[in-house]
């Protein structure tokens, strides 16, 4: 079974930065689509961005391209999200998750991912 776990939340100040890290564990990480999402406080979760398994193709919000990275290293099974320019509205508990369908396109939504991890919660003062 796929597991995945996210680290590197934290309390950053606007305009600062931080790097997220997603674990993946229990399949052959190159075959998946690594999406990251977002849930501020009280609201629905909210799609970040995604890479796809080779690494060479990624998507962003329009909310955060520019200012986010995502990248993975898939000798070391893991998926990143540097985030750059953070703002208060980039608060809430991040999630990364793993598509497993072969040859999708853009997957934005979250019902298009099979496994996910616990969240990493990251706070943003202004």
């Known amino acids: 079974q796929v597991q995945l776990v996210e680290s590197g939340g934290g309390f950053v100040q606007a305009g600062g930065s931080l790097k997220l890290s997603c674990v993946f564990s229990?399949?052959?990480?190159?075959?998946?689509?690594m999406g990251w999402f977002r849930q501020p406080s009280g609201k629905g979760r909210e799609f970040v961005g995604v890479i796809k398994g080779d690494g060479g193709t990624t998507y962003y919000a329009d909310s955060v391209k520019g200012r986010f990275t995502i990248s993975r290293d898939n000798a070391k099974n893991t998926v990143y999200l540097q985030m750059t320019s953070l703002k208060p509205e980039d608060a809430g508990v991040y999630f990364c998750a793993a598509d497993r369908t072969p040859g999708r396109g853009v997957a934005a939504v979250a019902i298009m991912y099979d496994f996910w991890g616990q969240g990493t919660l990251v706070t943003v003062s202004s």
């Open positions: 229990g399949g052959e990480f190159s075959d998946y689509a």
